[in-house]
């Protein structure tokens, strides 16, 4: 029982009991104070509502209370005993009922969803640009927190606010309970995506769903890295993915990327054994029987680490990747940790010595690897923009005209968003000549996003990956529930000619294009699973080393 | 009654401290939106939408430095002379010597109340413009609902006043009742608002706000006026049983009480 409610009933049992005898002592001693002591339950009764808030169950004792105090109006000894006796019965009467009644102090998940929904529909920025339909969203995910408030499940409530934030495709959409991380999905998403069968899937260039990260024990049943899986417990990969858990949790602003994710969670599915389907050497179709092994969360985050380059470099460091070339890893946008950062002037000094003594050693080129940097601070982004981008104006973001009448941004005759103020970074070119290789992949997102586009804007600089940008950039906002924390953007920053900034539409096009997608074919597979390379930067440092040799 | 109710509107008309009292607070409350800087910023400039944000529950909690003054000289002052005893012995009823009180007591209060806490946003009004996060009607139904609260709290002192029979407790009291009335109402977050006056202001002042912003350092606040259901009825409804329950007290109270 809550601790207010315990000693609430405490505190109200000894005073009917005190009542009580002060009942007969008042007529000993008479002093018109006595009456005063029946005052007492209803103050006890409202300060310790007050402090925990009311809960139905308890409705006898506060009843009992204001009775007691009619204590103070008939000063005879029998009403008095009366009503003192009335407030213990009653007391005793909110106890077995918060006690034997169900639903004593409920979490209202309902009343959560509500106040949250109501407050994503007003204020998601990008809902019209991504034609969020939230009639259908509130219908499909309602009855889910009902049942939260049914079961009293946190994970339920949980999973279905990360299910509707899933549903909205945006990275800077999100849901934490109250008292943990931001990063809460995984802790949740470790515990319903359960086992795993020793390998993931995912999409081959030519559209296969190929296995990846393979248990080397699977070897026995001809199951490696690279082997084209047909059918999962009978269905085709595509629709088991669909039966897992996380299938509305784990989506992607950007088709590609959704296309490329396609059966990441297909591997997931089942209990205690999987039927799997695939093609062996000779092109046949041969099916086993797997059994679970380890959880399959921990291993889809090992394939995403490998994909990502493993870099285990800390952030704005350097390391030479070839003769001519070295590689600045920016694991995340934020220098020394801090979102506050007044001038990067001090960043860009440490920057450009650094660059220079690279020059000293021969290094013309850089590669910039975004692998895996989930953004940060988007001042930081345009300080390295500025660096590396070629002589000349850029224009980093506009920001959306705000309608204060309407509450929404003001819109154009022809359909795109009213522009406001212009923001402008400056190309210092710090390279010279020197190439830039911007490498990329689905867990560079939002700040990291805003450095891409900004780079990808010179002529000098190449966007390079197996897939593109997650495509969410647009800053978020928070709005605080009872039971945790809803973030999702309230902003709005425009490209110059009024159009949505980076963040995937309605069709999943995204503002960031690569110039150079490495094809997911066998040799990466073979490259990044099988042999633990960095297939990608060798890609990237091939391609330099190609772009010198032509020129 | 009445005779009771005209004496002591007559002494109120020509009571100078009490006069003096009422200007006191009203200027504490003009200088409170005078130079109140709200939530405002060098972008942001003060308006009485950004008082009203900012300091709601400093301005509707002044009242109560009056209050305590007011009701205390009222209810309680005749105590310490012992002229209420001599009303007494001159065959007046007690309930009729407290509602003759109380009814003057709570009148005059309630009206001053009223005049204090408009005076800030009239002032900032002046000063520095409305504003434009909410309408003058938006503030203004929420101003009303709270001045239920305000009535009850009222009460509470009549009901104090004929409890413990000492004017300078009372003032006291209402110095208190400024200082902690925010803090309990903060303490208080999760009981129902109408259980005290404290929550009932707390949560009529409780704009729910957002913001969108510029790259630049351009912030547009956005205040939801809208008032959960059932808010404004059971403060309203909650006012008034408590303010009736004050009133009975009062006379339970006094009633058979020792004049000692």
């Keep these: 029982m809550n601790t207010y409610d315990t000693i609430l009933i405490t505190a109200e049992m000894i005073a009917a009991a005190i009542l009580f005898f002060i009942a007969g002592k008042a007529k000993e001693l008479p002093n018109t104070k006595w009456r005063l002591a029946y005052l007492l339950p209803s103050v006890l009764c409202v300060l310790l509502i007050a402090i925990s ?58 009343a959560d969803f509500e106040t949250g929904f109501t407050a994503m529909r007003e204020r998601y920025s990008l809902a019209e640009h991504k034609q969020i339909d939230w009639d259908s969203l509130y219908n499909e995910y309602r009855p889910r927190f009902e049942e939260a408030t049914r079961t009293q499940d946190e994970s339920t409530n949980t999973l279905a606010w990360l299910g509707l934030c899933g549903q909205l495709c945006d990275g800077h959409c999100t849901y934490s309970p109250n008292g943990m991380e931001q990063s809460v999905e995984y802790p949740y998403l ?7 069968f020793g390998l993931a899937l995912l999409q081959d260039t030519d559209g296969n769903a190929v296995a990846v990260h393979v248990d080397p024990t699977l070897e026995i049943y001809g199951i490696r890295n690279g082997t084209i899986v047909t059918a999962w417990n009978g269905m085709t990969p595509e629709a088991a993915a669909k039966l897992s858990p996380g299938f509305d949790i784990m989506t992607y602003p950007n088709t590609d990327n959704a296309a490329f994710y396609r059966y990441f969670l297909t591997a997931g599915i089942g209990t205690e054994q999987a039927e799997v ?13 797997l059994a679970a092994t380890g959880n399959y969360y921990d291993l889809l985050a090992d394939v995403k680490r490998q994909f990502n380059g493993n870099s285990e470099l800390p952030n704005l460091s350097w390391q030479n990747v070839s003769d001519t070339a070295a590689c600045l ?37 850089v590669i910039i690897d975004l692998r895996g940097n989930g953004g940060g601070h988007i001042p930081m982004a345009q300080a390295i923009a500025e660096l590396f981008n070629a002589e000349g104006e850029y224009v980093m973001a506009c920001d959306g005209v705000w309608d204060s009448e309407n509450r929404c941004y003001r819109k154009a005759s022809d359909g795109s968003y009213e522009v406001g103020g212009r923001y402008i970074c400056h190309g210092e070119q710090i390279l010279g000549d020197g190439r830039i290789v911007v490498l990329v992949s689905d867990s560079t997102f939002s700040a990291a996003e805003y450095l891409t586009r900004l780079l990808g804007l010179s002529d000098n600089v190449t966007i390079m990956g197996f897939n593109g940008t997650l495509g969410s950039s647009q800053p978020m906002g928070v709005v605080e529930l009872k039971y945790g924390v809803l973030g999702f953007p309230f902003t709005l920053f425009l490209e110059e000619d009024g159009s949505v900034l980076i963040d995937g539409d309605a069709e999943g096009k995204t503002g960031i294009d690569l110039d150079v997608r490495v094809p997911f074919d066998q040799a990466a597979i073979h490259g990044i699973f099988d042999m633990g390379e960095d297939h990608l930067m060798q890609r990237a440092v091939e391609y330099l080393e190609q772009a010198v040799s032509l020129s | 009654m009445k005779r009771i109710i005209k004496t002591h509107t007559y002494q109120l008309m020509h009571d100078r401290s009490m006069h003096l009292m009422f ?5 504490l409350s003009a200088a409170l939106g005078f130079f109140s800087e709200g939530g405002s910023t060098d972008d942001v400039p003060l308006s009485s ?34 002229t209420l005893y001599i009303e007494l012995l001159s065959g007046v009823r007690r309930v009729q010597l407290v509602l003759g009180r109380g009814i003057v007591a709570i009148v005059y209060s309630f009206l001053c109340s009223v005049v204090i806490t408009l005076t800030p946003i009239v002032v900032t009004s002046f000063a520095y413009g409305w504003g434009e996060y909410f309408t003058v009607q938006d503030f203004l139904l929420r101003w009303v609902v709270s001045l239920f609260p305000l009535l009850r709290s009222i009460c509470a002192f009549v ?15 209402g110095f208190g009742g400024m200082m902690s009335s925010i ?47 059932g808010v404004i009825s059971s403060v309203i409804l909650g006012s008034l049983i408590a303010s009736a329950l004050y009133i009975v007290l009062s006379c339970a109270i006094f009633h058979g009480d020792d004049m000692n």
């Design chain 2, 49 to 82: 939408c950004h008082f009203i944000l900012g300091n709601w529950n400093a301005f509707m909690n002044i009242p109560y430095l009056f209050i305590g003054y007011a009701v205390g000289t009222i209810c309680a002052g005749d105590f310490g002379d012992k």
């Design chain 2, 183 to 229: 803090q309990f109402g903060v303490l208080f977050s999760e009981a129902p608002p109408a259980l005290l006056s404290c929550t009932s202001t707390v949560k009529l002042g409780s704009f729910d706000t957002w913001q969108v912003f510029s790259m630049g350092d351009e912030v547009h606040l956005v205040v939801e006026t809208a008032i959960r259901d």
């Design chain 2, 159 to 173: 009901m104090l006043a004929f409890l413990l029979k000492n004017h300078y407790i009372l003032m006291a009291l």
């Design chain 1, 277 to 289: 389907t695939f093609l062996d050497e000779n092109g046949a179709e041969r099916t086993v029987q």
């Design chain 1, 329 to 365: 890893r920016i694991r995340e946008m934020l220098w020394d940790g801090r979102l506050d950062v007044k001038d990067y002037g001090p960043m860009k000094a440490q920057l450009r010595e650094d660059i220079q003594k690279l020059r000293e050693e021969g290094i013309h080129d």
């Design chain 2, 23 to 27: 200007l006191l607070v009203v200027f």
């Design chain 1, 53 to 110: 808030g009311l809960e139905v169950r308890l409705l006898p004792v506060c009843i009992g209370a204001v009775i007691a105090a009619a204590g103070l109006m008939k000063e005879t000894v029998f009403f008095r005993r009366i009503v003192s006796g009335t407030l213990g019965a009653l007391t005793v009467c909110g106890l077995l009922l918060c006690l034997l009644l169900p639903g004593y102090r409920n979490k209202d998940y309902l």
């Design chain 1, 190 to 196: 470790r515990e319903v995506l359960g086992s795993g």
